[in-house]
C-alpha cells in the first residue's frame, strides 16, 4: 500500500484584509460606539479584545450572518469608536457594553467572545442570563484561565512582559511609545504574516500615542497574586456563574494556544455543565487570523444544532 499522505495538503483558507460591512455608531454614555451589523434574526453578539476591534471578526461572521442578526462592537477607545477620558478599566468596558446591549433592544442574544471580550461576555450573561440564549467564546480571560497565582506561571518570556507592563513607567513607554501591542504581540501571536493592509488596519485606532491607554490598562487588569483584587473577585464571580449555569456553550480551541490551551479543556469541561468543544488545529492567540473558516463553520454549525 502506497502512502501519499505526504504529498497531501489541505485547502488554506481565504483570508481577505477588507472589511466589508458598513460602519455604524451609536451613543452610549456620551460616547460613540462603532459597530456593524449583518444578516438577519436571532441577535449574535461579537465582543473582541486587546489590542483588536470587530476588524477581527470580518472573516468569521459572513459563515454566521447566514443563521442570525450579527451585531460585532468596537469596545469604548478601541477601533473606531470614540476615546473619552476614562481609565478603561474592565468595569468602565463592561458599562459602555451592557449599555450597548440595552440602547440597540437586543434580546434572547447568543455572545461570541475573544480574549477580555469573553470576560466581558461571562459578566454580562452572569447578570443577566435571562437575556443571554448560548455563548461560543475561544481564548478567553476567564477561569480557570485567571485568576494567575503568580508570574511565573506564564512562563519566563510572558511573566517578564507582563510584569513590565504592569510596572509604572515601564508599562508606559511600552505601549505609548513602542506600541508595542499592535507592533509585536498581535503579529506574534499570529501563525501567518498579516499583510501591511491587515496591520494598517489594526494599526488605525492608535495613530495617536494618547489613544493607547486601552491597550495599556488592559494587562494591568490581568489578576496575578491577588492583584487588582476587583478583578479577584469578579474572576471568582464568573467562576461561579460558569459552574451553576445551564446555558449551551461552546469552546473553540487550537494547539499550543495562549489563553485557553488545550491542557485546561478538560477543566472546561469539567466546570461547565452544558459545554461543546471544538479543536480548530495550530494557533496561538488570535485564532481569527489563522482559522477563520474553521471558526465560522464551527459556530454555524454550533447555532444551528442548538
Known sequence: MTDNSTNYKLPQPKISAVFPFESKMIEVLSSNLHYIEAGTGEPIVFIHGNPTSSYVWRNVIPHVEQIGHVFAVDLIGM???????????????????????????????????????????????????NNVKRIAFMEGAVPPALPMPNFDVMGPEAAQLFNDFKTPGQGETMIFEQNLFIEAILPGSVNRTL??????????????????????????????????????????????????????????????????????????????????????GQGLHYLQEDHPDAIGIAISDWLRRT
Open 195 to 280: 499583510s501591511e493592509e491587515e496591520m494598517n488596519a489594526y494599526r488605525a485606532p492608535y495613530l495617536n500615542a494618547d489613544h493607547r491607554k486601552p491597550m495599556l490598562a488592559w494587562p494591568r487588569e490581568i489578576p496575578i497574586a491577588g492583584e487588582p483584587t476587583k478583578m479577584v473577585c469578579t474572576m471568582a464571580n464568573i467562576d461561579q456563574f460558569m459552574e451553576q449555569s445551564n446555558l449551551p456553550f461552546l469552546l473553540i480551541y487550537a494547539s499550543p494556544g495562549v489563553t485557553n490551551p488545550p491542557a485546561l479543556v478538560p477543566l472546561f469541561i469539567e466546570k461547565i455543565k452544558n459545554i461543546e468543544t471544538h479543536f480548530i
Open 79 to 129: 477601533g473606531r469608536s470614540d476615546k473619552p477620558d476614562i481609565d478603561y478599566s474592565f468595569a468602565d468596558h463592561y458599562r459602555y457594553v451592557e449599555a450597548f446591549i440595552d440602547k440597540l433592544g437586543l434580546e434572547n442574544i447568543t455572545l461570541v467572545l475573544h480574549d477580555w471580550g469573553a470576560a466581558l461576555g461571562f459578566e454580562y450573561a452572569r447578570l443577566h442570563e
